[in-house]
């Protein structure tokens, strides 16, 4: 990728995936990737599951009624978990990581989408954390954030148009209400 700019240009969620399986030396560097990702104060809070696992990625697809189902079509989908008890941020740290793993799988020519976690429910009306909890053996005082579903694009979405960002929303030294 030529540049940070046109990384955050093209990247677009991708949902649709071939079955390729992702070689192991880009597994390597996404799980690097991650553990550099910034942390309040260097807490570093979170703690990521690689899932390959086809019936496990089956059950994760299930974890909310909307907006998962393509992770079981997914080759990897990555877990992304925090102990609250070491920061109270939390939830910026996880998200912070779970953008930083989308941006370097774009980088590395895979596809990525992000499964919102924290705050979901299953459709049994129980937690989707909780849910996820029990499927992956994790510990109880961990909370969820977020599903990093990555594999090889099977689907053509286009760039961000320069010409069509909402340029109202930014604002110089005072915030100036746009019409
Ligand atoms: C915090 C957050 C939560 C998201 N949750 C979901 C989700 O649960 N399911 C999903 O399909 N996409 C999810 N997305 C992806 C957004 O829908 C997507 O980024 C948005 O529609 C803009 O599309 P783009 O990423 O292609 O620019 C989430 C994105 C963010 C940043």
């Not at 299930?62 to 080759?75: I, L």
Request: charged share 25%; glycine share 4%.
């Amino acid at each position: 990728m030529e540049s940070f700019f046109k990384l955050a240009q093209v990247r677009r969620s991708t949902r649709k995936y071939k079955p390729d399986v992702i070689p192991v030396d880009i597994i390597t560097k996404l799980q690097q990737v991650l553990l550099m990702s910034p942390a309040s104060k260097r807490s570093n809070p979170w703690e990521f599951i690689f899932v390959d696992d086809k019936e496990i990625l089956t059950l994760l697809a299930d974890c909310k009624p909307h907006g998962a189902s393509f992770v079981k079509d997914a080759p990897l989908a990555v877990v992304i978990i925090a102990d609250p008890a070491k920061s109270d941020v939390w939830v910026e740290d996880t998200s912070i990581a779970s953008i930083y793993v989308q941006l370097a799988a774009e980088d590395m020519g895979l596809g990525s989408c992000w499964v919102q976690v924290h705050k979901r429910m299953h459709a049994s009306g129980e937690m989707s954390s909780e849910y996820i909890k029990k499927i992956l053996g994790i510990p109880q005082h961990f909370e969820v954030e977020s599903i990093i579903s990555i594999g090889y694009k099977n689907e053509t979405r286009s760039e961000f148009d320069l010409e069509q960002l909402q340029y109202s929303k930014i604002h110089t030294n005072t915030y100036s209400p746009k019409s």
